[in-house]
């Protein structure tokens, strides 16, 4: 695949679907109830992980196995080496935003996915934890529909604020039953798209900067997803267990962003079948 087109793909700045042309999403009863039986009821709990574990093993192999081709593994390489070279980059028009506190940065980190998605939510309660450090920077509780941003680099924060916000989204798409509790859908979808919005607000502001850590993280879960495709088959079983299932996630959807462009995402939540959707864009 050529290295131009992957870079213009990444770099595309699509036009966001105007308010009035925009899709309302409201989470459905069905995973309303899904979600209260899942926290309270411990043998729904153990009976819905074993199929959650049996479809994510599934999901993760059928992905390794779609990337595994010549043409993928070049084109995660070429990203790899495209994000890493973002990783050095120091460009502030304005430092005036990122004085802000993370809830602020809500409205427009929000304002930038619903148009790149064409849709419309509630807005989720914004918390800052300023005193823990945890291993996450930010965290989304499906449960309490509420998103608490950690005390992290001020430059990371529009990023993140998306990333979170985009998984407030994915519990609202009309098909978010086949989204639920499915890590590498959810995972492999919030951290390119919350990469690409964070993308859109540094090129829109000229801070690039913003663009720095987030891109190490992308680049390093490409590398990831290139060891994981070397190794064998048995090993895909235990990849919950190692925690790495959300890598092929991540790199199948920037390779069918780098093929496609970033309408893949607006198509996608649409789809009643992501999974497949997916794999597909990848052919
Ligand atoms: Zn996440």
């Known amino acids: 695949m050529d290295k131009g087109r992957i870079t213009a793909n990444l770099e595309e700045r699509i036009k966001p679907i105007p308010k009035e042309k925009r899709i309302f999403l409201k989470r459905s009863k069905a995973l309303e109830k899904y979600i209260s039986d899942y926290k309270e009821d411990d043998n729904f709990r153990y009976n819905e ?20 081709s010549n043409e993928n593994t070049e084109c995660i390489e070429e990203m790899a080496h495209y994000f890493n070279s973002k990783k050095r980059e120091n460009r502030i028009i304005d430092n005036k ?6 809830p602020e940065w809500f409205d427009e980190m929000s304002e930038i996915v619903k148009g790149m998605l064409g849709i419309e939510t509630d807005r989720p309660p914004v918390f800052e934890n300023r005193h823990l450090v945890f291993r996450h920077p930010g965290k989304y509780d499906a449960d309490k529909k509420e998103i608490t941003l950690h005390n992290i680099n001020p430059y990371f924060v529009p990023e993140v604020v998306a990333h979170e916000y985009i998984h407030h989204a994915q519990y609202a798409f009309k098909y978010s039953m086949s989204w639920k509790y499915n890590k590498v859908l959810l995972e492999g979808m919030a951290y390119p798209l919350g990469n690409a919005s964070a993308r859109e607000y540094a090129f829109e502001s000229g801070n690039l900067i913003a663009l720095r850590t987030g891109s190490s993280y992308l680049s ?13 088959e048995r090993h895909r079983k235990t990849c919950m267990e190692r925690n790495v299932e959300h890598y092929p996630g991540i790199a199948a959807f920037l390779v069918a962003e780098a093929k496609h462009g970033k309408k893949i995402y607006r198509e996608i939540i649409k789809s009643p079948q992501p999974a497949e959707y997916l794999i597909k864009k990848l052919k």
């Open 49 to 68: 992980w074993q199929h959650i574990k049996a479809n994510t093993i599934l999901l993760y192999s059928a992905l390794i196995e779609s990337l595994s």
């Open 220 to 232: 390093e879960g490409l590398m990831q997803t290139i060891k994981l495709i070397k190794e064998g």
């Open 97 to 102: 935003p990122f004085l802000r506190r993370g």
